[in-house]
């Protein structure tokens, strides 16, 4: 399986720790997933994105562009194939449409058997753009074609559509791949961001949260300290909000996702979790 790596910030901050130097980087994970990897990081609104196929820790281009890095919203990955070649930049996340990206941790179980009729529950016009051979990139334009019932993809989408989006992809998918056999299961973690929100999804691979510090090391040089920086939030608003398939050495306090938990941000940093079809302001761990 694969590993995830989401950042989104009120400050553009520098990521190289996280995705290189601390213990558990993104970086370190590849490892043991050496089959590509990716970066996706805004600029005025823009994505951009870099991928390659190569192994992240030994890739100069990684090291490069992680140190490079230095935004308000970052979304990384590392891959270990389970569905498409592991030779092709075609299969490597995060995937791009317009403002939107995206990354996955999981599988679709026999994928050639239901690839068909998961590409059916893709609008017609976002067929096309569907260039790789993975599942992920399938399931990423089937979450584009519900978030696209609520409105415009070009347009901004209230924290709430996007969490429904994402949740009802899974439902969905799993719905068309039956019956699954044996020990078989459809694994959808997944974090999608248009670069203002951000919502990660527990589908059945682990997947981590912070949205404080103990103690920031920047608190005595930064402008936009706030009492939600170092506790868990009362106001239900953040400063900032991680995601990680591992915890990462440091300040920050970890919280894990339950299997169909849904979190995530709106441009407000205003936070969500959805936990057990409940949604709640209270981001207390």
Not at 5 to 33: D, K, M, T, Y
Not at 229 to 241: I, M, Y
Request: hydrophobic share 35%; charged share 20%; proline share 4%.
């Amino acid at each position: 399986m694969c590993r995830l790596f989401g950042f989104r910030s009120v400050i553009r901050s520098q990521v190289h720790r996280s995705l290189v130097a601390s213990e558990n980087a993104l970086g370190q994970q590849s490892a043991n997933h050496p089959d590509g990897w990716g970066v996706a990081y805004y600029v005025d609104g823009a994505p951009h994105v870099t991928k390659s196929p190569g192994h992240a820790l030994s890739d100069t281009l990684f090291h490069r562009v992680s140190g490079v890095v230095s935004s308000e919203t970052v979304l990384a990955h590392v891959r270990k194939a389970t569905q498409g070649g592991s030779g092709s930049v075609l299969n490597c996340h995060p995937f791009q449409y317009g403002r939107w990206v995206f990354a996955h941790n999981g599988d679709v179980p026999r994928f050639g058997t239901w690839r068909e009729a998961l590409v059916a529950e893709v609008n017609p016009t976002l067929r096309p753009f569907i260039l790789g051979e993975t599942d992920s990139e399938v399931l990423f334009f089937m979450f584009l074609s519900r978030l696209a019932a609520h409105g415009r993809l070009d347009k901004p989408h209230v924290v709430d559509d996007v969490i429904d989006a994402l949740r009802t992809t899974f439902v969905d998918a799993q719905r068309i791949c039956q019956p699954l056999e044996g020990n078989e299961q459809l694994l959808f973690t997944a974090i999608v961001t248009d670069g203002s929100t951000m919502v990660a999804h527990q589908g059945g691979k682990e997947l981590r949260w912070s949205s404080h510090k103990q103690r920031c090391g920047d608190r005595d040089n930064c402008s936009s300290l706030s009492p939600e920086c170092e506790a868990p939030s009362k106001s239900g608003h953040v400063n900032h909000l991680i995601f990680s398939s591992e915890v990462l050495q440091g300040e920050n306090v970890w919280s894990s996702m339950e299997p169909g938990e849904l979190v995530g941000v709106d441009w407000r940093m205003r936070m969500r979790r959805h936990v057990n079809g409940r949604r709640t302001l209270d981001v207390i761990a």
